[in-house]
């Protein structure tokens, strides 16, 4: 018999929809470098410079102020690495629930690091801010605040604007980082005022490997991949051509995704009324703040992250320990350390995030699954404990 799977992982890696594939697949059938001046590669810049409008459309950007990439990473790593250079930046305030991403790079560059905290529930402590931002950047340069939009795990939506302002006060640069926000909430670059933001294609149901860092302005950023000129010299290497026509697919797509959230909260709460009524004692992070409608991110008395995500796999469903970037191991959340978690809750907590196809049974099949795993548990602490 076969297993029918289901997949909660939204956060991780969302489907990809028909058009998207045949997009793609259009894409790969065509021939020609996007660098090219020739009549084939006239038609695959053409391509990109559609796609591009697309994706700048949809968060409210213009067109020339994107430039494509990998993916999230490396727009983060971009941003970071090119306002060191192009802008003088010598500090980074970072949120303290950051991407792995936005904080390894960090590390990396020799600038100063100051963490911006967040309180319990998971939210930038923006009251802390403007201490934080009137101590001056280390050899006369300037500053650059990272604050994500939504973070990947909790779901917990930052007050980006808030931060926007504050930073733009004190002659500050901001980074958001939306790639968890796409396809789940509205995202308008010019509405949050942020001087770089990151995205990402796979996030919103296009390919994986592509992604974009838009960047107001005409910031100075010096580039990090040298070689080509491509995207005005700000990334060089050829162009994804089919990955970005997909990226840019994608993003047509993103108000008939939004327009499915209503129903997807309402399965999440369905989610998580069941699990509080199986086990009370769970507990659910960043509860108490503004969410994402697809995320869930709890964790039950007893229960252990890596058990739970492999007796769900053997039972066909898809969940994560929380972000999906950590090489295929599951080790306790730096989010949850930050919100002043136990390490007990720590190394017990799974994340469910849904999305546009997730349906009721999908929800009811993890509840049943989820509801034996915690009765098993219960009864071999009970056993032990006798």
């Given at each position: 018999?076969?297993l029918?799977?289901?997949?909660l992982?939204?956060n991780a890696?969302a489907p990809?929809?028909r058009?998207?594939?045949e997009?793609v697949?259009?894409?790969l059938?065509h021939?020609?470098?996007?660098?090219?001046?020739?009549?084939?590669g006239?038609l695959?810049?053409?391509?990109v410079?559609?796609?591009?409008?697309?994706?700048?459309a949809?968060?409210?950007a213009?067109?020339?102020?994107v430039?494509?990439?990998?993916?999230?990473?490396?727009a983060?790593?971009?941003?970071l690495?090119?306002?060191?250079?192009?802008v003088?930046i010598t500090?980074?305030?970072l949120s303290?629930?950051?991407h792995a991403?936005?904080?390894?790079?960090?590390k990396?560059?020799?600038a100063d690091?100051?963490i911006?905290?967040?309180?319990p529930?998971?939210?930038a402590?923006v009251?802390s801010?403007?201490?934080?931002?009137?101590?001056?950047?280390?050899?006369g340069?300037?500053?650059l605040?990272?604050?994500?939009?939504v973070?990947n795990?909790?779901?917990?939506?930052?007050?980006?604007r808030e931060?926007?302002e504050?930073?733009?006060?004190?002659?500050a640069?901001?980074?958001?980082d939306a790639?968890q926000a796409?396809?789940k909430?509205?995202v308008?670059f010019?509405?949050?005022?942020v001087?770089?933001?990151?995205l990402s294609a796979?996030?919103?149901g296009?390919?994986?490997?592509?992604g974009?860092l838009?960047v107001?302005?005409?910031?100075?950023l010096a580039?990090?991949h040298?070689?080509?000129?491509?995207?005005?010299?700000r990334r060089?290497g050829?162009e994804?051509v089919?990955?970005?026509?997909g990226?840019?697919?994608a993003?047509?797509e993103?108000?008939?995704?939004l327009?499915?959230m209503?129903?997807v909260?309402?399965?999440r709460?369905?989610l998580?009324?069941?699990?509080?009524a199986?086990?009370p004692?769970?507990k659910?992070f960043?509860a108490?703040a503004?969410?994402l409608?697809?995320?869930s991110?709890?964790a039950?008395?007893?229960?252990?992250s890596e058990t739970?995500?492999?007796?769900?796999d053997l039972a066909g469903i898809?969940v994560?320990a929380g972000?999906?970037?950590s090489?295929g191991t599951v080790?306790?959340?730096h989010?949850?350390?930050?919100?002043g978690?136990?390490?007990?809750?720590a190394?017990g907590?799974i994340r469910?995030s849904?999305?546009?196809?997730?349906t009721?049974s999908?929800v009811?099949?993890?509840?049943?699954?989820?509801?034996?795993?915690y009765?098993?548990?219960s009864?071999k602490?009970?056993?032990?404990?006798a």
């Amino acid at each position: 018999m076969t297993l029918d799977l289901v997949y909660l992982d939204y956060n991780a890696t969302a489907p990809v929809s028909r058009e998207v594939v045949e997009a793609v697949s259009a894409a790969l059938a065509h021939l020609g470098n996007a660098s090219a001046v020739h009549r084939h590669g006239r038609l695959a810049r053409r391509q990109v410079e559609d796609a591009r409008d697309q994706i700048a459309a949809s968060v409210g950007a213009v067109a020339d102020d994107v430039i494509f990439t990998s993916g999230g990473t490396e727009a983060n790593n971009l941003a970071l690495n090119g306002v060191l250079a192009g802008v003088g930046i010598t500090r980074f305030i970072l949120s303290a629930i950051e991407h792995a991403s936005v904080f390894e790079c960090a590390k990396t560059l020799g600038a100063d690091i100051t963490i911006l905290p967040c309180t319990p529930d998971g939210v930038a402590d923006v009251a802390s801010l403007p201490d934080l931002l009137k101590n001056k950047a280390p050899d006369g340069g300037g500053t650059l605040v990272s604050i994500m939009l939504v973070n990947n795990e909790t779901g917990v939506i930052q007050p980006v604007r808030e931060v926007t302002e504050l930073a733009h006060e004190h002659g500050a640069l901001v980074l958001c980082d939306a790639v968890q926000a796409g396809a789940k909430i509205p995202v308008d670059f010019c509405q949050l005022d942020v001087d770089l933001m990151s995205l990402s294609a796979h996030k919103i149901g296009g390919p994986e490997g592509v992604g974009a860092l838009v960047v107001k302005d005409n910031l100075p950023l010096a580039p990090w991949h040298r070689g080509g000129g491509q995207e005005k010299g700000r990334r060089a290497g050829t162009e994804n051509v089919p990955g970005i026509v997909g990226f840019g697919r994608a993003a047509r797509e993103l108000d008939q995704h939004l327009n499915d959230m209503t129903r997807v909260r309402d399965l999440r709460d369905q989610l998580e009324r069941s699990v509080l009524a199986i086990a009370p004692g769970t507990k659910i992070f960043g509860a108490n703040a503004e969410r994402l409608p697809n995320t869930s991110y709890f964790a039950a008395p007893g229960m252990n992250s890596e058990t739970q995500i492999i007796a769900l796999d053997l039972a066909g469903i898809s969940v994560s320990a929380g972000s999906a970037c950590s090489s295929g191991t599951v080790r306790p959340s730096h989010v949850l350390k930050a919100m002043g978690q136990s390490d007990g809750d720590a190394a017990g907590a799974i994340r469910v995030s849904l999305g546009w196809n997730s349906t009721n049974s999908d929800v009811d099949r993890f509840v049943s699954e989820w509801g034996r795993l915690y009765a098993r548990q219960s009864s071999k602490t009970e056993a032990n404990s006798a």
